[in-house]
């Protein structure tokens, strides 16, 4: 099991699908910002149109990595039905292309891992196979009750927010527990169409989201070429 000591920084990413583009270059600024560990919280296919790729390099990058709903998706244990249409249509052009031995690293994933200071789910810590999306404090709230660490990671909603027990929002404050969502490295959906991810200082005892611009010209044209919905081309612009 990997390690959390006291004094580290630990750079949590979540949401690639498939961005190849936006992982390489969110590697990239991690790389300058000289962090000591890097965890993933899945959804590292879906939408996008270089699934091999990046599950490639979060195998090679990434201490640790939890599944997320599109991986499930990707080795048929989460039904077609679950996605959006243009979701739907992208998971149908993933799972031809994936290959075995990537397939069964997603089939060895864990929904969830706790380990010293830091819980990390993809989308909550509570039943992490429900997918339920963490949007307003009632759900927060039971969130808190679902884990005993000070830092939970999720993503999923691709919303970067740090939230407080006491209900604060993007307030870090020391002695306090924390439920951090690093937002996405590949579809960015607040509006702003940078890659993001989250930032842990276990010495300062600090929480930072990190904004990036990457390609998204470059990342735009490559799911146009594979010939996957054009809106999810469209989309990485807007950040919607």
Request: aromatic letters at 10%.
């Amino acid at each position: 099991m990997t390690q959390v000591t006291h004094c580290m920084r630990i750079a949590v990413i979540s949401d690639i699908h498939s961005n190849f583009h936006a992982l390489e270059r969110t590697f990239e600024v991690i790389d300058q910002l000289a962090v000591d560990q890097v965890f993933c919280l899945g959804d590292i296919v879906g939408y996008g149109p270089a699934p091999n790729e990046c599950i490639a390099l979060v195998r090679e990058r990434c201490a640790v990595t939890v599944r997320g709903n599109h991986d499930s998706g990707a080795i048929d244990e989460l039904p077609l039905d679950h996605f959006n249409s243009y979701g739907e249509s992208a998971m149908r052009w993933t799972r031809k292309q994936l290959t075995e031995e990537n397939a069964a690293f997603l089939r060895n994933l864990p929904f969830l891992h706790v380990q010293d200071s830091i819980t990390l789910a993809h989308a909550a810590p509570l039943n992490p196979q429900s997918w339920r999306y963490i949007f307003a404090w009632p759900d927060a709230q039971r969130c808190f009750a679902a884990f005993s660490t000070p830092y939970c990671f999720i993503g999923h909603t691709h919303v970067p927010v740090v939230v407080g027990e006491n209900g604060s929002v993007n307030r870090f404050q020391p002695g306090i527990r924390f439920l951090i969502n690093v937002g996405s490295v590949g579809q960015a959906r607040d509006g702003n169409p940078k890659a993001s991810f989250g930032l842990l200082d276990t010495g300062k005892k600090t929480v930072d989201i990190v904004r990036l611009e990457y390609d998204i010209e470059g990342a735009a044209q490559a799911i146009l070429k594979a010939n996957l919905p054009d809106y999810l081309a469209h989309r990485l612009f807007m950040g919607i």
